[in-house]
């Protein structure tokens, strides 16, 4: 256990190698649950570090390996986010899906769903993605569902509906000067 703990303090300051070696350490030593679970987040965190430096293969790997260890909402969610810089949409679609057998009450793949069925046009089809990530409980941030539904009804023309949503995400994300600025030009049109 005393393992365990070094690797949690070391992925808490950000070392995320030695984290990982650690975990790996522990899990040779006394494979238990917590340990299993710690690395597979941990190999979540590293894989989503690659994903920003746009490795995506990488982060794939990673992604899979963490799912193999303790498969979690998130590491499918963000593994279909891969997927879908690499254009493999129906493949993202899959993995949130899966996200969402494992935990229900995590609103990011709702979303993800939503957002990849916007790209291939299908605004109807994302309406009740978006819908339900917004009342889902564990979900940050949680102003994009909104601006995803505003989006939505924009390019549907439901300039009034656009604005609720946009309205409803500036509550959520009052700094947000682009938002405020959009709203204010719908207002204009509007009038």
Not at 95 to 101: D, G, H, N, S, T
């Amino acid at each position: 256990m005393a393992l365990v703990k070094q690797a949690r303090n070391r992925q808490l300051a950000g070392d995320l190698n030695e984290s990982i070696r650690l975990y790996k350490e522990s899990i040779g030593l006394h494979p238990t649950v917590e340990a299993r679970t710690h690395l597979a987040m941990a190999l979540v965190q590293q894989a989503m570090n690659h994903q920003m430096a746009e490795e995506f293969d990488e982060a794939i790997r990673l992604y899979k390996e963490s799912i193999a260890l303790c498969p979690t909402a998130d590491a499918h969610t963000y593994l279909g986010w891969a997927y879908s810089f690499q254009g493999r949409i129906d493949e993202a679609i899959a993995q949130c899906e899966v996200a969402i057998q494992i935990d229900p009450e995590f609103g990011n793949p709702y979303n993800d769903i939503g957002v990849y069925l916007m790209q291939q046009q299908q605004l109807d089809e994302a309406i009740p993605w978006l819908e339900k990530a917004k009342q889902a409980k564990r979900y940050e941030p949680r102003h994009f569902p909104y601006l995803n539904l505003g989006r939505v009804y924009v390019a549907k023309g439901m300039l009034q509906k656009a604005l609720e949503e946009f309205h409803g995400a500036l509550r959520l994300d009052p700094g947000n000067t682009d938002l405020a600025q959009t709203i204010e030009q719908l207002e204009t049109k509007l009038q």
